[in-house]
């Protein structure tokens, strides 16, 4: 499938398709959405929400959440806040999530069945790997959207001037529900 995927790229740059995305590195709505990686958003989010390439920073992460107050998520936020003139963030979960109900032991489990050594897994133990906090998912999207809106809000290194608002999409009609 990748050097499909390939072809298909040599034949875009070939055929100049790039220029209808150009744009600059700058968010023209000055907005950073920080959602879940599924597959159903790719193309239902910027369609319900009417966001083209260069409008905002998109952050995409299983679950849409922040595992930790210095998790690569938060870091891409301040960077888009500080460095390209995000003023606004939307923390967008959605519902039907595969992180719903996940937890570490059963990703442990499942990470054994695929080979990988309980060795390597003490050993990150040891080092001082937080698995349950890590490997962590919810039991509620609306919860866990609050919550990441909560932490975003009370994060030490935020601006204040920082709007953040938090959001559950449906993934079969588009729909924003306010998660507040």
Known sequence: MIEEMLAYNREFVRSRGYEKFQTSKFPDKKIAILTCMDTRLVELLPAALGIRNGDVKLIK??????????????????????????????????TDCG??????????????????????????????????????????????????????????????????RGYVINTETGELTPQE
């Not at 050993?123 to 349950?132: A, K, N, Q, V």
């Open 99 to 164: 992180v719903a109900h996940i937890n570490a032991d059963m990703m442990i489990r499942h990470l054994i069945q695929r080979g990988v050594s309980q060795d390597h897994i003490d050993m990150m133990r040891y080092c001082g790997i937080d698995f349950e906090a890590w490997l962590r998912g919810f039991d509620c999207v609306e919860n866990s959207v609050a919550e990441t809106v909560d932490l975003l809000r009370n994060h030490p290194l935020m601006p204040a001037d920082v709007t953040i």
């Open 61 to 94: 992460n299983a679950g849409g959440m922040i595992t930790g107050p210095f998790d690569s998520a938060v870091r891409s936020l301040l960077v888009g806040i500080i460095e390209l003139g995000v003023e606004e963030v939307m923390v967008i979960g959605h």
